[in-house]
């Protein structure tokens, strides 16, 4: 890259940072997890260390959080609020300390001891006491700046508003974080993402009426500005707070030595499950006051402490249920009901377990202790159990040999290709009959790559079946909105509304009505292969003899196990009721046979991110009706990588090193002749 290009990376980062630090400090919303925050302000520091020629005022290594709101009146810091340098190794910790030593000029049996401190997941205040009473509380800001929020924090019970401890200090600013507990947040989640998103939303009421109702805690845990401070040690100091009336955290210890910091580490982590706050790592602060006055800072960050992270893509919790799932197909899926725990900035309550051979392969059981993973997008899932906390009268779980919701045998077929058993159990009921499967069927049926009709979501099917307004996919189009505008957060418009989305779809391709029906092995691109060789519904539907069957073992991407299953489809007669039935509502168009001679012959498609007003499945079928292609990933196959609103960095990042030219959607409809 040349100066300008590593310019323009940096620029969008610190621009991309700042949009976070808005919505985070400003807007009490995280729009990304800790582990992408973390990374990105990594990403910004090392590239300053590499070229010397960047520089901005918003760098993370100049600013602590974000400029404060105007609305609240703005005060600085006595004594500025600085941020932590992180940890997340073994490795990290041995190079801090080195670093310590080299600066004091001491070797290694120079003997350090560190006040190791859980840090809260909250909101950072610090508070001002002049001869014992509270006057004044300003949240953290952009660390030398904050808002004065005395009012608000007044409300909080943890706090004393007069101390009259004879060896308090005249005057000093006591600092914390101001947090919700897990069991309180229970009542908010609805309104929240998680409990720290929660507590700064409360603290950023304007009516400080309106804070009291929530149930804030506040924990301290160091200091600022000081005058008559009489301790001379961290440890000595944590002890005083809790005369003078403040809450600190029990998990505080004094610890020397690397090995024990760990050791420490992996033993808190495994309490955070048990705990009723979050925790995202633990501080490590200099014990000795004197030796961080020697340290003092640099940049925005002291040299006596630094934070070390836990995993943000890991926790601990117990297992409280095993809850078996129903899919369209009839797939039992076994779900962990765990003990809410925050992953990466997001409260987890469900793990999958995946199927009845992995449960009996880490021998997961009601009531463990197991380590959770949440890595980006993917399902939460459980790693492992500790065997050695497992309660004595633990029971091995035993998966249901019938369905749950219908009761029908549940079997594990033979698969043709692998030559073995699968390891999903399933219900082996067919058509309507399984309850939960039809539920899901119907989910499916007014998915985007389906019917995709607007305003017709998963709770919508969920709340219409239990209302008995719907059994099959028919009855979507034969509703009686009489009796759905009376519904509770219904009315005349929502449902004219829903009506039209309705009529709107009752014009489909054949490609996705075929999609649409759910049958098992038949995918969106399947369905294609068999609306082109079908061409129109009438052919499709009358399928029957063996010969037909045997006919479709001539399409390219069709094999013995997609026929199988179309052949036990049409054998129900539920479904063929069903296909019957929505002939009479729906106009299925015959397949478009494609030239090759289109917009875009010879051209390679990929999406990323989250398109305005048009569906993926939509972009694909103009893709493919213009003469071009989708890819399923970025590689020098690929000629254009379109990009909606958050799309996948790595994908962006790798299609930029590979050449490949990246556009909006506005710049791929252009190409062909729309307008977006």
Known sequence: MNKKEIQDQYKKKIKLLIKYNQSYFNNSKSIVSDSEYDELKKEIILLEKKYNFLKSNNSPSKVVGHKPSKNFKKDLHRVPMLSLSNAFTEDDLINFEKKILNFLSENEKFKISYSAEPKIDGISASLTYKNGNFERGLSRGDGREGEDITANLATIKDIPKKISNKDFPEDIDIRGEVFIQNSDFENLKDKFANPRNAASGSLRQKSPEDTKKIPLNFIAYTFGFEQGLKQIKQSDYLKKLGEWGFKTNPLNKTISGIKNLIQNYNEVEEQRANLDFDIDGIVYKINDFDLQKRLGNVANAPRWAIAHKFSSDKAISEILDIDIQIGRTGALTPVAKIKPVNIGGVIVSNATLHNEDEINRKDIRIGDTAVIERAGDVIPHILSVDKKKRLKNSKKFIFPKNCPSCGSETIKEFNKVTKKIDAVRRCSSEGYYCDKISIEKLKHFVSKEAFNIDGFGKKIVENFWKLKLIKYPQDIFNLNFSKIENLEGWGKLSVQNLKYSIDQKKNISLERFIYSLGIRHIGLENAKLLSKHFVSFSKFKNLSKQIDYEDMLNI???????????????????????????????????AIQNSDNGLLNNKTFLVTGKLNGISRAEVKSLIEENSGKTISSVSKKLNFLIIGEKPTKKKVDYAKELKIKVISQAEFLKMLNKSS
Do not use: A, P, Y
């Open 556 to 590: 390219d991407g069709i094999g013995e196990t997609q026929v199988s299953s179309i052949k036990s489809f049409f054998s129900n007669k539920d479904n063929k009721k069903v296909v019957n039935e929505l002939e009479n509502v729906l106009l299925i168009k015959d």
